[in-house]
């Protein structure tokens, strides 16, 4: 419950995000908190609440190549447009089928996907990542085939 101007108003969504740990507001503000038990409220303080704004995950990246090589493939890209809400963290690149990958802290943008059987086909995505999160996967690369 919060109270202020002298009443009192039930506080639930704001109670579920505490509880969840996912409390996020988009601007300071300031309002009475107080807590509730079986006896009774509490007197209402006021409280100072710091913000912080979501962070949207970034877009995905651009394939600009994927070379093969013995038992692995070389994947070059290029940043994705939309960064989203933060810095990019990290890249991810999975080989299909399999689900072989690699991954490099940014803003390196070329990894090298092993343990592959040469002769097969892959086709290869990139996702970025920042503090949100990773963001969708690029578009697939033409089937490539590691070599010997």
Same mark, same amino acid.
């Given at each position: 419950?919060?109270?202020?101007?002298? +009443?009192?108003?039930?506080?639930?969504?704001?109670? /579920?995000?505490?509880?969840?740990? +996912?409390?996020?507001?988009?601007?300071?503000?300031?309002? =009475?908190?107080?807590?509730?038990?079986?006896?009774?409220?509490?007197?209402?303080?006021?409280?100072?609440?710091? $913000? @912080? &704004?979501? %962070?949207?995950? *970034? =877009? *995905?990246?651009? %394939?600009?190549?994927?070379?093969? /090589?013995?038992?692995?493939?070389?994947?070059?890209?290029? &940043?994705? @447009?939309?960064?989203?809400?933060?810095?990019?963290?990290?890249?991810?690149? $999975?080989?299909?089928?399999?689900?072989?990958?690699?991954?490099?802290? /940014?803003?390196?943008? +070329?990894? @090298? %996907?092993? =343990?592959?059987?040469?002769?097969?086909?892959? +086709? $290869?995505?990139?996702? /970025?990542?920042?503090?949100?999160?990773?963001? *969708?996967?690029?578009?697939?690369?033409?089937?490539?085939? &590691?070599?010997?």
């Amino acid at each position: 419950m919060n109270k202020w101007g002298g +009443t009192w108003r039930p506080w639930r969504w704001a109670a /579920a995000c505490l509880a969840l740990g +996912t409390l996020v507001v988009a601007a300071t503000t300031w309002n =009475g908190l107080a807590a509730t038990n079986l006896i009774a409220p509490s007197n209402a303080d006021r409280v100072d609440l710091a $913000v @912080t &704004p979501p %962070i949207a995950p *970034p =877009g *995905p990246p651009s %394939i600009i190549s994927v070379t093969p /090589a013995s038992r692995a493939l070389v994947v070059r890209w290029s &940043p994705p @447009t939309n960064i989203g809400g933060g810095p990019l963290i990290s890249y991810r690149a $999975v080989a299909d089928p399999g689900g072989a990958w690699c991954e490099v802290a /940014a803003p390196a943008t +070329t990894c @090298t %996907i092993k =343990g592959l059987n040469n002769g097969q086909r892959f +086709t $290869v995505t990139v996702r /970025a990542a920042n503090a949100g999160g990773y963001g *969708p996967a690029s578009t697939p690369s033409a089937p490539v085939q &590691p070599r010997p």
